[in-house]
């Protein structure tokens, strides 16, 4: 069974930055692309990041690109979500979610976790 945990949302101030976190178990980590969604209130779920098995490839979302960084560690089993200059608008549940391919579309994810919420007051 495919386990996704995510951890590091929270309330925090425009302008400042947060670290989400991503715990994998269960499958071969390594194997397969992970990526970063977002959902706010009465909205559909959005594209944030993804970035290839290796870590060698990313791709972002035009509203983040330049403010948020998607990294992983294939030892840890983990991906990360680095986010900086963070807006009101940031403000979402925030999903991983694992794929055969680095992909925007979340139909193209098999494995999803229960989300971590960030909250950016202005």
């Known amino acids: 069974q495919v386990q996704l945990v995510e951890s590091g949302g929270g309330l925090v101030q425009a302008g400042t930055s947060l670290k989400l976190s991503c715990a994998a178990s269960g499958r071969t980590f390594s194997s397969y692309a992970m990526g970063w969604f977002r959902q706010a209130p009465g909205k559909e779920r959005e594209f944030v990041a993804a970035i290839n098995w290796s870590g060698s490839s990313a791709l972002y979302a035009n509203s983040v690109k330049g403010r948020f960084t998607i990294s992983r560690d294939n030892a840890k089993n983990t991906v990360s979500l680095q986010m900086n200059s963070l807006k009101p608008e940031d403000t979402a549940v925030y999903y991983c979610?694992?794929?055969?391919?680095?992909?925007?579309?979340?139909?193209?994810?098999?494995?999803w976790g229960q989300g971590t919420q960030v909250t950016v007051s202005s």
């Open positions: 979610a694992s794929g055969d391919y680095t992909r925007q579309e979340p139909s193209e994810y098999d494995y």
